[in-house]
Nanobody, 125 residues
Framework: QLQLVESGGGLVQAGGSLRLSCAAS????????MGWFRQAPGKEREFVAH????????YYGNFVKGRFTVSRDNARNIMWLQMNSLKPEDTADYYC??????????????????WGQGTQVTVSS
């Protein structure tokens, strides 16, 4: 089993920045890709970002438009999501997730094997 714990959410004004963290533990020795998703009240879970095990390839949801950056440090078992130029429509619960191995369907939440509990991000106008 892999345990994921997010942190770093909070309240920020529009135009501000937040850095989310996702700490992984357990299942040592396995290589896994990781992703960020978000879910606003009444909406479906939405793909935000994905990073492969090596960290060399990253992918983003269309709405990101260069505002977010995903990164990871495998030695420390941590993934980050740096979010800049935040907008009120970015308000949501943000979840980190992991999938064992690789997948071309990384934007589909059903493809992920493990999930964190989420951290809330609120962007005020």
């Amino acid at each position: 089993q892999l345990q994921l714990v997010e942190s770093g959410g909070g309240l920020v004004q529009a135009g501000g920045s937040l850095r989310l963290s996702c700490a992984a533990s357990g299942r040592s020795g396995s290589r896994y890709a990781m992703g960020w998703f978000r879910q606003a009240p009444g909406k479906e879970r939405e793909f935000v970002a994905h990073i492969q095990w090596s960290g060399t390839k990253t992918y983003y949801g269309n709405f990101v438009k260069g505002r977010f950056t995903v990164s990871r440090d495998n030695a420390r078992n941590i993934m980050w999501l740096q979010m800049n130029s935040l907008k009120p429509e970015d308000t949501a619960d943000y979840y980190c997730a992991a999938l064992v191995g690789v997948s071309d369907y990384f934007s589909n939440p059903d493809r992920y094997d493990y999930w964190g509990q989420g951290t809330q991000v609120t962007v005020s106008s």
